[in-house]
């Protein structure tokens, strides 16, 4: 079973950047799309992008889209998340989330995910 290592996330100010990594061990093969998914206190879990393991499609949120950006590394099994021009609304847990199916945008089509790295704006 693969495992994910998230990281990078942290404390910075309103309109800062972040650039958190998650790397896939074990069986990166069976991986064919990665999502970030964050869950603020008190609120529901909400995707924010996800990739395609080939790295030819992506997706995101309206809530970050224009200021978030993922990309991936094939040669180092990691995918990035990097977040620009944060705002407070963007604190959260962040996790990482791997899933077998091609094009999975929505949270149930998850089947591995990582520990969660914090992030936290503050204004």
């Known amino acids: 079973q693969e495992q994910l290592v998230a990281s990078g996330g942290g404390l910075v100010q309103v309109g800062g950047s972040l650039r958190l990594s998650c790397s896939v061990y074990?069986?990166?093969?069976?991986?064919?799309?990665m999502g970030w998914v964050r869950q603020a206190l008190g609120k529901e879990r909400e995707i924010v992008a996800a990739?395609?393991?080939?790295?030819?499609?992506?997706y995101y949120s309206d809530s970050v889209k224009g200021r978030f950006t993922v990309s991936r590394d094939g040669n180092k099994n990691t995918v990035y998340l990097q977040m620009n021009s944060l705002k407070p609304e963007d604190t959260a847990l962040y996790y990482c989330?791997?899933?077998?199916?091609?094009?999975?945008?929505?949270?149930?089509?998850?089947?591995?995910w990582g520990q969660g790295t914090q992030v936290t704006v503050s204004s």
């Open positions: 989330a791997a899933s077998s199916i091609a094009g999975a945008i929505a949270e149930e089509f998850f089947n591995s």
């Open positions: 074990g069986h990166p093969e069976e991986t064919l799309s």
């Open positions: 990739i395609s393991w080939t790295g030819t499609s992506s």
